[in-house]
């Protein structure tokens, strides 16, 4: 639909330092040493404290904090550190009343920036602001202007929740024979007076509300076999949005009755964030295409095909209908979690099932290597690399993890620190080998001894337990298995070559339907990863190891990884416009 002249189209440009901001977020021009983002408020004990950002480990606080308030974006608490144990998900605008959080995430779905692949179509954010300033108009609302947005488009409109009963309020209207829930929306969205509605599918039958809440009984006009359907009008508010592709991005209708409408002053993503967490419920990207390439049907009685993943799906990720059936969608699963120790860049080594970090005991020669509590922030004797030749070197020793004695191959050998040994025949090489249970766990086996990284006795030992090395353990409760949690991003250069295509595939890595996590992936990955080629059938993107470019008889495209620049992960001083 086109609007009326006299709108106005935003000019923005993207910072240059926009790629140092973590995925989903971004900075915007004049301010750039700052990055917009989500916010989350908690209480100390009914005391307001300062807003957190995304943390692995809320520190000396989590004993603390009583409740969380969402105050931009979605958030999931934990309730163990570095988001082990999934507490409860607080959404935009609420709040939770709960004690023992040990770590929070925000959900990050298109809200802090948008999609420049669909023109911010996927945006969820919260701005409301157009580019001069001006406050937006709610969708649902007719006044300053009149639109027929609310009904064409009826996704701006209602929110819906299936009830066994409708809403308190009474009734302004009942319609019959309405064939579909978006139907009774477009009723909704005609008067101004609706705040609420229901459907029945059983019945085709639709009433519109003149308020939600209110005492007594809910009427209700369900039948025994039937499902109501109720919907709050003004779902999204006055946010912006764009429903009909506007090539400038998100916009809405203003509340100055001189101007019509404005794009709003939204930076554009510059890193790619249609993906899904977990087993995708709270995706709410733009992607609309199976993982074989067909489009998706539209969802039965509904006008979007976009893939989705309600609760209760039984699916691992998010899914549409095509020709009567369910398909998984070609959407990557978000990796930022995710690290690689191979990488070569500094991070943790945490416990999968104690929840510990690796930790020198000492600074000298023969300190023993701990499981110790992790440290939020992170101090320097928790960090370690690993370089491409096996060595594990602490970043404030410069000492590496070391075999207790000569190359010996007992179970209970003590772990210790000791000055890095230079020669083929040492002990202090050790190799990552992954899980068949968990993309992230791995345990660490000694190119020596054969043997692995072991905590003594159970799984989960207290603090200061001293690290030994044992026979390698599979099951998943084991405490041979450990996360790598990186203290640092790296952001690298790419150059694109029509036509090519690099050689072997990188190991332990999937191909991936985005550009940009394929990319972001592969910066991670250090040394192991040379480039991205992108298949010329499927368009899928997979990792590549070598750098020597070859023509491609089937249209490949590859993008060779040139400078990386290594950004140090610190909590980001983070605002919403």
């Known amino acids: 639909q086109r609007r009326v002249r006299g709108g106005t189209i935003s000019t923005q440009d993207k910072a240059r330092e926009c790629e140092q901001c973590p995925a989903g977020h971004t900075t915007y021009l004049p301010d750039t040493s700052k990055c917009y983002g989500p916010e989350l408020d908690a209480n100390w004990f009914g005391t307001h404290v300062s807003r957190f950002t995304q943390t692995p480990d809320l520190g000396g606080h989590k004993m603390f904090l009583t409740g969380f308030s969402a105050k931009l974006g979605d958030w999931e608490l934990y309730s163990k550190d570095y988001y082990r144990a999934l507490r409860t998900t607080v959404a935009h605008g609420k709040f939770f009343n709960t004690a023992r959080i040990q770590s929070i995430k925000p959900i990050i779905t298109n809200k802090f920036c948008y999609s420049p692949r669909d023109l911010g179509r996927s945006y969820t954010g ?151 967490v977990d087993e995708g419920q709270n995706y709410m990207g733009s992607v609309s295409v199976t993982e074989s390439g067909q489009t998706c049907d539209n969802w039965p009685g509904e006008s979007n095909n976009y893939c989705r993943n309600e609760k209760g799906s039984n699916i691992h990720k998010p899914y549409c209908w095509y020709r009567g059936y369910k398909r998984t969608c070609k959407i990557d699963k978000c990796n930022q979690d995710c690290g690689d120790p191979r990488s070569g860049m500094w991070g943790r080594f945490m416990g999968l099932n104690t929840g510990n970090c690796m930790d020198p005991a000492g600074t000298g020669n023969n300190a023993n290597l701990q499981l110790n509590r992790c440290i939020a922030p992170h101090r320097g004797d928790h960090v370690f ?81 001293n690290l030994i090395q044992c026979t390698c353990e ?104």
Not at 401 to 424: E, I, P, W
Request: glycine residues 6%.
């Open 126 to 276: 919260y701005r409301s602001k157009t580019v001069s300033g001006k406050t937006c108009q709610a969708w649902s609302s007719q006044t300053p202007h009149k639109h027929n947005f609310g009904l064409q488009h009826p996704e701006l409109v209602p929110t819906c929740t299936r009830r066994n009963t409708d809403f308190y309020g009474a009734d302004i209207a009942s319609f019959t024979n309405v064939p579909n829930i978006l139907d009774c929306a477009k009723k909704c969205a005609k008067n101004s007076r609706c705040k609420a509605l229901t459907y029945n599918r059983v019945g085709k039958k639709c009433w519109i509300k003149i308020r939600v809440g209110g005492s007594g009984s809910a009427s209700s006009h369900s039948q025994a076999d039937s499902i109501d359907i109720s919907c709050v009008t003004g779902s999204q508010g006055n946010y912006c949005r764009n429903p009909d592709n506007h090539p400038g991005g998100p916009w809405c209708y203003t509340t100055d009755p001189n101007t019509r409408w404005e794009t709003c002053d939204i930076p554009k993503c510059s890193q790619d964030v249609d993906c899904y």
């Open 385 to 465: 690399r690993m370089d491409s030749q096996g060595y594990i070197r602490n970043k404030n020793t410069n000492l590496c993890v070391n075999v207790a004695g000569n190359r010996d191959r007992n179970c209970n050998t003590n772990l210790n620190m000791y000055m890095c040994q230079m020669y083929s025949t040492t002990d202090q090489r050790w190799q990552i080998e992954w899980s068949s249970f968990d993309d992230c766990a791995f345990r660490i086996r000694n190119k020596a001894t054969n043997l692995c990284v072991d905590s003594p006795g159970n799984s989960n030992p207290g603090a200061n337990a």
């Open 474 to 577: 599979t099951h998943p409760s084991s405490d041979h298995w450990f996360y790598f949690i990186p203290t640092e991003d790296r952001i690298c250069k790419y150059t694109q070559h029509s036509g090519k295509y690099l050689p072997h595939m990188v190991d332990h890595q999937t191909v991936y339907a985005s550009l940009m996590s394929a990319q972001q992936a592969c910066s991670r990955l250090g040394d192991l990863c040379a480039g991205v080629t992108r298949s010329g059938n499927s368009d899928n993107h997979s990792l590549r190891k070598s750098s020597t470019l070859v023509n491609s008889p089937s249209g490949e495209i590859s993008w060779l990884k040139g400078d990386c620049v290594d950004e140090k992960y610190h909590p980001f001083k983070q605002e919403f416009m």
